[in-house]
């Protein structure tokens, strides 16, 4: 069966991938709104799909569809954090599934009213957790899960991903849009980490500031300092020097864990495994929105205790505030 999708956020960065996916898995795009007209990009995948910068007439024509015998199967949600919740409902409401980019909300108990809504309308609400897909990521899983039941792994996460002065204009760089820097760039790893060791036990924050965060989360098979950074300041020198912007690092007992490629498959992985039934609903994501709404309300400790070494690096003011 071919599916007909609709897309709300389709001029963002993320929203190609999405478009790749539905037309990987062999459906068709029939909508997509974004406030932004900069979607040049829908050409490469549906030239023949609306395009609606207003919200109502985005919603006109798909009723207008529905009316007309074009059902709409599934609404696939990239639009800006904060929407999120809002832009799910959206699609309850029009009789379709939602398959949502990550973070799906910014709080739990916005899971709570999507749950609800959800059960409501019979519908299903489903989460891009691209990262349980990597099949290396799968093999870490499986090693730990054979490890003996009482061992505890330590382990540094680092992820330094440069951004330009461009972020803090955007909806990226204010906390309320996005919820800040841990979870707007980092979420997709603390869910990996929670997926791979286990329930968190505990969560410190040692450091958050504009573009960086750091801190401890003990889980139940592992001790884990990490470091999010958007300022290419804190990159390793020997990736300056070779003109790179973005350092990926994950160290388990002290042995480098590699998991920077096979990425390009994975959202249309995410959407085939959807379609087979096989996709991951609200309730897996609700551990790592847990965790990032925690890290975003501590008082952050300063450099206490079992903290990444890269935590130690120079602040930086903010851009706008010299």
Same mark, same amino acid.
């Given at each position: 069966?071919?599916?007909?999708?609709?897309?709300?956020?389709?001029?963002?960065?993320?929203?190609?991938?999405?478009?790749?996916?539905?037309?990987?898995?062999?459906?068709?795009?029939?909508?997509?709104?974004?406030?932004?007209?900069?979607?040049?990009?829908?050409?490469?995948?549906?030239?023949?799909?609306?395009?609606?910068?207003?919200?109502?007439?985005?919603?006109?024509?798909?009723?207008?569809?529905?009316?007309?015998?074009?059902?709409?199967?599934?609404?696939?949600?990239?639009?800006?954090?904060?929407?999120?919740?809002?832009?799910?409902?959206?699609?309850?409401?029009?009789?379709?599934?939602?398959?949502?980019?990550?973070?799906?909300?910014?709080?739990?108990?916005?899971?709570?009213?999507?749950?609800?809504?959800?059960?409501?309308?019979?519908?299903?609400?489903?989460?891009?957790?691209?990262?349980?897909?990597? $099949?290396?990521?799968?093999?870490?899983?499986?090693?730990?899960?054979?490890?003996?039941?009482?061992?505890?792994?330590?382990?540094?996460?680092?992820?330094?991903?440069?951004?330009?002065?461009?972020?803090?204009?955007?909806?990226?760089?204010?906390?309320?849009?996005?919820?800040?820097?841990?979870?707007?760039?980092?979420?997709?790893?603390?869910?990996?980490?929670?997926?791979?060791?286990?329930?968190?036990?505990?969560?410190?924050?040692?450091?958050?500031?504009?573009?960086?965060?750091?801190?401890?989360?003990?889980?139940?098979?592992?001790?884990?300092?990490?470091?999010?950074?958007?300022?290419?300041?804190?990159?390793?020198?020997?990736?300056?020097?070779?003109?790179?912007?973005?350092?990926?690092?994950?160290?388990?007992?002290?042995?480098?864990?590699?998991?920077?490629?096979?990425?390009?498959?994975?959202?249309?992985?995410?959407?085939?495994?959807?379609?087979?039934?096989?996709?991951?609903?609200?309730?897996?994501?609700? $551990?790592?929105?847990?965790?990032?709404?925690?890290?975003?309300?501590?008082?952050?400790?300063?450099?206490?205790?079992?903290?990444?070494?890269?935590?130690?690096?120079?602040?930086?003011?903010? $851009?706008?505030?010299?």
């Amino acid at each position: 069966m071919k599916y007909n999708f609709a897309l709300i956020g389709a001029a963002g960065y993320v929203a190609p991938r999405h478009m790749q996916a539905i037309q990987n898995t062999g459906n068709d795009l029939i909508a997509a709104l974004d406030k932004h007209d900069s979607v040049g990009v829908i050409d490469s995948f549906f030239p023949d799909a609306a395009f609606f910068v207003e919200y109502e007439r985005f919603d006109r024509h798909l009723e207008k569809l529905k009316r007309s015998g074009t059902p709409l199967h599934y609404l696939s949600v990239c639009s800006p954090n904060y929407l999120h919740d809002a832009h799910i409902r959206f699609g309850l409401r029009h009789g379709a599934d939602v398959i949502c980019e990550k973070p799906m909300v910014l709080n739990p108990w916005n899971l709570d009213a999507l749950e609800e809504i959800a059960a409501e309308t019979g519908r299903s609400v489903f989460n891009i957790l691209q990262l349980r897909l990597h $099949p290396s990521v799968q093999q870490l899983r499986e090693r730990v899960q054979q490890a003996p039941g009482d061992s505890k792994f330590d382990v540094d996460l680092t992820y330094i991903t440069s951004r330009g002065n461009w972020y803090y204009a955007s909806w990226k760089g204010r906390e309320p849009q996005s919820g800040g820097i841990a979870t707007n760039i980092g979420v997709h790893f603390y869910d990996m980490l929670q997926w791979i060791f286990g329930p968190v036990q505990q969560n410190t924050v040692h450091l958050h500031t504009h573009d960086r965060a750091a801190g401890f989360l003990e889980f139940e098979r592992a001790r884990v300092r990490w470091f999010l950074s958007i300022n290419t300041d804190t990159l390793p020198d020997i990736v300056k020097t070779a003109g790179g912007r973005t350092f990926r690092a994950l160290t388990i007992e002290g042995e480098e864990f590699e998991f920077s490629g096979g990425f390009t498959d994975l959202h249309t992985q995410s959407y085939q495994a959807i379609l087979d039934g096989k996709g991951f609903p609200l309730s897996a994501a609700r $551990p790592a929105i847990e965790i990032v709404h925690d890290i975003r309300h501590q008082q952050p400790l300063g450099l206490k205790g079992d903290f990444h070494p890269l935590a130690k690096l120079p602040l930086a003011p903010h $851009p706008f505030h010299q």
